[in-house]
């Protein structure tokens, strides 16, 4: 019997690569460069299994020649790049990567909070450059962290994880959400409306899942109404902000700044966002260390291995 055929859409960590079962027939060796639209239709037609990034546009052209297909295992939490109803139709399971990531995208969301109210990136610049005059009294201000408040939308695994992280800088915590949550013993998180969260955040950090409900949730309507000493935070998806707004707010100081990981556009950025002071732009590296993105392809393995031996992928979207 022909071992089953693996299509990886593009280059993951070697320990991921090194752990493909040896029943697998791994379809051409993947690059870091993302897969045409003709190596993608060549790689869905001949595979029983794929795991693909959330770069990769699934749609249901794409899967109309997928006749093997068995199982798409994709390399992230949200799958808002696959058309997950034409997966369904053809019978096709839908998997994704949950909870492994959630430490390292709540510590990123933290280093961007950090970064752009403290003013890390601007300094770092600075004494790069030699210019740099030694220390004064009123030098490179910055925003104080301990003690204001946190808004968090969205109260998922990740949004959870940037909560407890607030204790340490003894921050209160509020969030909107479609339930309510109960955080750790010790710890009081209050739920509060969309309008009355965006008034009384100090710090407001994304963490909710591209839909076209959470596309463009923030915009010129939102963002002016944040205090003008208010942060906003994404490492959720690009399109939930509106980001011609977010350039007008941060130009005309309707908020103090911004640190995004993600972007409207990707890997596109507007060119005004570039060139301001008081955003930190990263290039979507909200799962990047090694360890987590080893663990998230070995989730994916996971989950293909139980669909082609007839068992329920664990990580079921669909």
């Known amino acids: 019997m022909d071992r089953p055929a693996l299509y990886i859409t593009r280059l993951l960590p070697q320990p991921v690569l090194e752990a493909i079962p040896r029943q697998y027939r791994l379809l051409p060796l993947p690059s870091d460069a993302p897969p045409t639209a003709t190596e993608l239709r060549e790689g869905f037609a001949e595979a029983d299994a794929v795991i693909c990034s959330l770069t990769d546009r699934i749609d249901a052209s794409l899967l109309s020649c997928s006749t093997r297909l068995k199982i798409i295992a994709n390399y992230a939490v949200g799958y808002n790049n696959i058309d997950v109803a034409a997966a369904a139709q053809r019978g096709i399971v839908v998997s994704n990567t949950?909870?492994?990531?959630?430490?390292?995208?709540?510590?990123?969301?933290?280093?961007?909070?950090?970064a752009v109210s403290r003013r890390i990136v601007e300094g770092d610049a600075w004494v790069?450059?030699?210019?740099?005059?030694?220390?004064?009294?009123?030098?490179?201000?910055?925003?104080?962290?301990?003690g204001k408040t946190l808004g968090i939308i969205g109260m998922g695994r990740i949004g959870q994880a940037v909560a407890q992280r607030a204790a340490g800088?003894?921050?209160?915590?509020?969030?909107?959400?479609?339930?309510?949550?109960?955080?750790?013993?010790?710890?009081?998180?209050?739920?509060?409306?969309?309008?009355?969260?965006?008034?009384e955040s100090d710090f407001l950090s994304l963490h909710v899942p591209l839909t076209e409900a959470t596309h463009?949730?923030?915009?010129?309507?939102?963002?002016?109404?944040?205090?003008?000493?208010?942060?906003?935070?994404?490492?959720?998806?690009?399109?939930?902000?509106?980001?011609?707004?977010?350039?007008?707010?941060?130009?005309?100081g309707a908020i103090a700044g911004a640190g995004l990981d993600v972007y409207e556009q990707e890997p596109t950025v507007s060119a005004g966002l570039v060139t301001l002071p008081n955003v930190v732009l990263l290039p979507h590296l909200g799962s990047a260390t090694v360890e987590t993105r080893v663990r998230m392809g070995l989730v994916c393995l996971n989950n293909i291995a139980a669909v082609l031996e007839g068992r329920a992928a664990p990580n079921r979207v669909i």
């Open 98 to 114: 949950p909870d492994v990531l959630t430490d390292a995208t709540a510590d990123l969301t933290w280093a961007l909070l950090l």
């Open 128 to 146: 790069r450059t030699g210019t740099w005059p030694g220390w004064k009294p009123t030098q490179m201000l910055g925003s104080e962290v301990s």
């Open 169 to 199: 800088f003894r921050m209160p915590v509020m969030y909107a959400g479609r339930q309510s949550v109960s955080p750790p013993p010790g710890m009081v998180w209050i739920r509060r409306s969309l309008p009355d969260l965006l008034a």
């Open 216 to 252: 463009h949730l923030i915009g010129a309507r939102e963002l002016a109404a944040m205090k003008p000493s208010s942060f906003l935070i994404n490492t959720s998806r690009g399109p939930v902000i509106d980001e011609a707004a977010l350039l007008s707010a941060l130009k005309t």
